[in-house]
């Protein structure tokens, strides 16, 4: 099983700053790698796939980079609603197994 | 954009089967595929297995021997079976739509707890 680890487990950031999460996976998952975000009482949001490819509606302040085994979504500039639990996903070995990173709690400083 | 509702009992007792069902709006279950993801507190996500319009199924191995997935197309709904549940098994259950693995839209998730 391919295991995915993120740091920090939580990221404290004042409003406007830049914030910068990190994802590794323990192989090698090419550019197979999603990002979501979930806040409370809500149904998580897919931000990125494919590494660096932004879902339909996601503003451009979020960016996915990466491939192989380090990945990083950077929030260029944070906004409120940026405050969240992110976490990043393989699917390099769909079908069937995916698996997700413990996450990264963005928190404000 | 499509939307999921999770359904279902908030509570389980031991050795029992967790059913829940997902009602999707917005887009039909006759596309994609359609996966359940769990959380349990405190713990990661976990892929449980999706389930094709088609019928075909694909579970999670740790899960295999007791987890059932179908799909009704005529209510857009698809529904998880999750049998001999423990205290181990109570989470945060989601639906998703599955893009080859990629999660496109999610429900809002419902959470499960098994106690008697």
């Known amino acids: 099983e391919i295991v995915m680890t993120q740091s920090p487990a939580t990221l404290s950031v004042s409003p406007g700053e830049r914030a910068t999460l990190s994802c590794r996976a323990s192989?090698?998952?090419?550019?197979?790698l999603a990002w979501y975000q979930r806040k409370p009482g809500q149904a998580p949001r897919l931000l990125i796939y494919?590494?660096?490819t932004r879902a339909t509606g996601i503003p451009g302040r979020f960016t996915g980079s990466g491939s192989e085994t380090e990945f990083t979504l950077t929030i260029s500039s944070l906004q409120s609603e940026d405050f969240a639990l992110y976490y990043c996903?393989?699917?390099?070995?769909?079908?069937?197994?995916?698996?997700f990173g413990g996450g990264t709690k963005v928190e404000i400083k | 954009q499509v939307q999921l509702q999770e359904s279902g009992p908030g509570l389980v007792k031991p050795s029992e089967t967790l059913s829940l069902t997902c009602t999707v709006s917005g887009g039909s279950v006759n596309t994609y595929y359609w996966s359940w993801i769990r959380q349990p507190p405190g713990k990661g996500l976990e892929w449980i297995g999706y389930?094709?319009?088609?019928?075909?199924?694909n579970y999670n191995p740790s899960l295999k021997s007791r987890v059932a997935m179908s799909i009704a197309t005529s209510k857009n709904q698809f529904s998880l079976k999750l049998r001999y549940v423990t205290s181990a098994d109570t989470a945060v259950y989601y639906c998703?739509?599955?893009?080859?693995?990629?999660?496109?839209?999610w429900g809002q998730g419902t959470l499960v707890t098994v106690s008697s």
């Open positions: 192989q090698n998952v090419s550019s197979n």
């Open positions: 998703a739509r599955d893009a080859f693995g990629i999660f496109t839209d």
């Open positions: 494919d590494a660096s």
């Open positions: 389930i094709f319009y088609s019928g075909s199924t």
């Open positions: 996903q393989q699917y390099a070995n769909w079908p069937p197994r995916v698996t």
